[in-house]
């Protein structure tokens, strides 16, 4: 059986006495999209630091495609294949969106040494740039200082910034925060239309989606998961029902 992307082993992390990441352990396969759902406080975007490598747990496993990376830094993590967007905007309002999808394309590439890389490699390196804008559906705004965006644009900038890096996993923190409902709409439909190419682990608050959007939903309440499980099995749990997602649950 193969590893799945992304496996937390019994992860613990305190704050001072606090409890803020209470032993979970959760698995997200290669073409799943999981989502984590949870009170204010709950842990979540805690656990998507451990993740993503920016915050040390006192006890337990991250293992990506089943290797253990529990003691490795962010960009260590991101050459495996794991891409974080969303959570502090990397884009430079001052370049054009090419601009700023190539540097991350650049960043990914980790190239110290550019002045030795030969044309052919930007070539390609603008290429995947102009692709990843082609498949947020930013193609013909290449040109535009990114700055000059619409919101929802720049949300699909940082997520083509993800992507120009070839994730196997995206971690995507609260995508929806501070977009309109037509925008949020349109950027779950685009995240729909990249399930199965890109495992995703989604950290969100706006139900409508992650309730279109996940194949399985991890509950945190209080640093710890309460459930895991199918949108179905979600919405029918009393608990989760009553505690977290109110009687108008999607
Ligand atoms: N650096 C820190 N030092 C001390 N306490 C912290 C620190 N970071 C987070 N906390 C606390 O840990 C708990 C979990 O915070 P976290 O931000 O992970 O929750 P969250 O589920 O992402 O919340 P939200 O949905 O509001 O973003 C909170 O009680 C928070 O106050």
């Given at each position: 059986m193969t590893a799945p992307i992304l496996r937390l082993d019994d992860l613990c992390k305190h704050y001072g006495a606090l409890p803020?990441?209470?032993?979970v352990s959760l698995e997200v396969g290669r073409h799943e999209i999981h989502a984590v759902i949870g009170p204010n406080g709950a842990g979540k975007s805690t656990l998507v630091g451990e993740i993503a490598g920016s915050i040390v747990p006192d006890h337990g496993r991250v293992l990506i495609d089943g290797e253990?990376?529990?003691?490795?830094s962010v960009a260590a993590r991101a050459r495996r294949g794991l891409a974080r967007v969303f959570?502090?905007?990397?884009?430079?309002?001052?370049?054009s969106t090419l601009d700023n999808a190539l540097l991350a394309a650049i960043a990914t590439d980790g190239?110290?040494?550019?002045?030795?890389?030969?044309v052919a490699g930007e070539t390609a390196t603008r290429e995947r740039a102009r692709a990843a804008l082609d498949r947020v559906g930013l193609a013909d705004r290449?040109?535009?200082?990114?700055?000059?965006?619409a919101h929802g644009e720049k949300r699909a900038l940082e997520l083509a910034m993800g992507l120009v890096q070839a994730p196997r996993l995206l971690l995507l923190d609260?995508?929806?925060?501070?977009?309109g409902r037509e925008e949020t709409e349109r950027l779950t439909e685009l995240l729909a239309s990249l399930a199965g190419e890109v495992a995703m682990l989604i950290v969100e608050h706006d139900m409508a989606t992650v309730f279109r959007l996940a194949d399985r939903i991890t509950v945190l309440i209080g640093g710890a998961v309460a459930i895991c499980g199918t949108p179905a099995e979600i919405r029918a749990d009393p608990t989760v029902r009553s505690a977290y997602l109110g009687e108008g649950a999607p």
């Open positions: 803020v990441t209470d032993h253990d990376v529990t003691g490795e959570q502090t905007s990397r884009v430079i309002k001052d370049f190239t110290a040494f550019r002045f030795l890389t030969p290449g040109d535009v200082l990114a700055g000059r965006l609260e995508p929806m925060a501070g977009t």
